[in-house]
């Protein structure tokens, strides 16, 4: 916390000021245009000639589109440079390195429903696609939000919102899956179970901490010895993060499953991160802290399997 406070008064914090700078002069100007608009206006009103009024808004409409493109720009930016910042900081560590960033790209359907963890979607969109290896580990990672037609109203259900992970271990010796499901969400994912017991998975207990076992379901296939992938470590390391959550009173869940050689990790996001607001100031720690600490939770949970691997 200590060190990732220095880096973000060192460095983020500079570019937030820049940034809202830039903000502050966006909201000036479209200050002015409004004075601008109402000024035709009231010309029109007065002098009431429709000739004079459409050469008074030419210039006054292409300035309002260039004035909507800079602050598409301010928007389409803000983020990109934050995130390149908290993937600067993060690559610090000698677990992890990371090797490209795609504000515009994110992990495609066909990888998402290979988790097992969800499995339908009807609208699936996502955003700030990220790559890099932890350890020896391959992963991608990005945001992610999916929705399906509900089946009884006239609209979209959010299946997932938040971040997406997957790492490859490149193991050809690893078989069979794990899945593990958040209790409380039970009710939401009957499908998934469903799915995964057409695979050979069932409900295991066996070699699971109680406290673990209260707040998540774990199913796995025949050929998988649970605590060969699912450790005692581990356990404490999900528990630990969850923890995190609560304490911060935010209402968020941790996904995730094993499928082969590949790791499947999805937390969920209450709100979203980094999306700068234009109408009040964005220098703010605290948003900036939490966009890492989901980074490094889920970059963790692959570190502990990629150890006992």
């Given at each position: 916390?200590?060190?990732?406070?220095?880096?973000?008064?060192?460095?983020?914090?500079?570019?937030?000021?820049?940034?809202?700078?830039?903000?502050?002069?966006?909201?000036?100007?479209?200050?002015?245009?409004?004075?601008?608009?109402?000024?035709?206006?009231?010309?029109?009103?007065?002098?009431?000639?429709?000739?004079?009024?459409?050469?008074?808004?030419?210039?006054?409409?292409?300035?309002?589109?260039?004035?909507?493109?800079?602050?598409?720009?301010?928007?389409?930016?803000?983020?990109?440079?934050?995130?390149?910042?908290?993937?600067?900081?993060?690559?610090?560590?000698?677990?992890f390195?990371?090797?490209?960033?795609?504000?515009k790209?994110?992990?495609?359907?066909?990888?998402?429903?290979?988790?097992?963890?969800?499995?339908?979607?009807?609208?699936?969109?996502?955003?700030?696609?990220?790559?890099?290896t932890?350890?020896?580990?391959?992963?991608?990672?990005?945001e992610?939000?999916?929705?399906?037609?509900?089946?009884?109203?006239?609209?979209?259900?959010e299946?997932?919102?938040?971040?997406?992970?997957?790492?490859?271990f490149?193991?050809?010796?690893?078989?069979?899956?794990?899945?593990?499901?958040?209790?409380?969400?039970?009710?939401?994912?009957?499908?998934?179970?469903?799915?995964?017991?057409?695979?050979?998975?069932r409900?295991?207990?066996?070699?699971?901490?109680?406290?673990?076992?209260?707040?998540?379901?774990?199913?796995?296939?025949?050929?998988?010895?649970?605590?060969?992938?699912?450790?005692?470590?581990?356990?404490?390391?999900?528990?630990?993060?969850?923890?995190?959550?609560?304490?911060?009173?935010?209402?968020?869940?941790?996904?995730?499953?094993?499928i082969?050689d590949?790791?499947?990790?999805?937390?969920?996001?209450?709100?979203?991160?980094?999306?700068?607001?234009?109408?009040?100031?964005?220098?703010?720690?605290?948003?900036?802290?939490?966009?890492?600490?989901?980074?490094?939770?889920?970059l963790?949970?692959?570190?502990?399997?990629?150890v006992?691997?």
């Open positions: 916390m200590q060190d990732f406070r220095l880096f973000y008064n060192q460095n983020i914090y500079p570019e937030l000021v820049h940034l809202e700078q830039r903000r502050q002069r966006l909201v000036r100007l479209l200050l002015l245009s409004v004075l601008m608009l109402a000024a035709v206006a009231t010309i029109e009103a007065f002098i009431n000639l429709f000739l004079l009024t459409l050469l008074l808004f030419i210039p006054v409409g292409i300035w309002i589109t260039y004035l909507g493109f800079r602050i598409q720009v301010f928007y389409q930016e803000f983020k990109p440079r934050i995130v390149g910042l908290l993937l600067d900081f993060i690559d610090n560590s000698v677990n390195s990371f090797k490209r960033y795609d504000p790209g994110f992990i495609p359907a066909e990888a998402f429903f290979e988790s097992k963890i969800f499995t339908r979607a009807d609208e699936y969109r996502g955003e700030d696609l990220i790559e890099g932890v350890r020896e580990t391959p992963f991608a990672i990005s992610l939000r999916v929705y399906e037609m509900s089946e009884v109203r006239t609209r979209m259900d299946v997932f919102r938040g971040i997406f992970l997957i790492g490859d490149q193991r050809a010796d690893m078989h069979g899956g794990v899945l593990l499901l958040p209790d409380a969400q039970r009710k939401y994912l009957s499908l998934s179970e469903k799915a995964f017991h057409l695979l050979g998975g409900r295991v207990k066996d070699n699971l901490l109680p406290e673990f076992e209260a707040f998540f379901d774990t199913y796995a296939t025949k050929d998988v010895r649970i605590q060969d992938v699912i450790s005692t470590d581990l356990q404490r390391a999900i528990l630990q993060f969850r923890m995190q959550f609560q304490k911060m009173n935010r209402e968020k869940e941790i996904y995730c499953s094993i082969g590949k790791i499947y990790l999805a937390l969920t996001q209450d709100k979203d991160l980094l999306e700068p607001s234009l109408w009040g100031s964005n220098v703010r720690f605290e948003v900036v802290h939490e966009l890492y600490e989901d980074l490094k939770i889920l963790d949970v692959v570190l502990a399997v990629d006992m691997n």
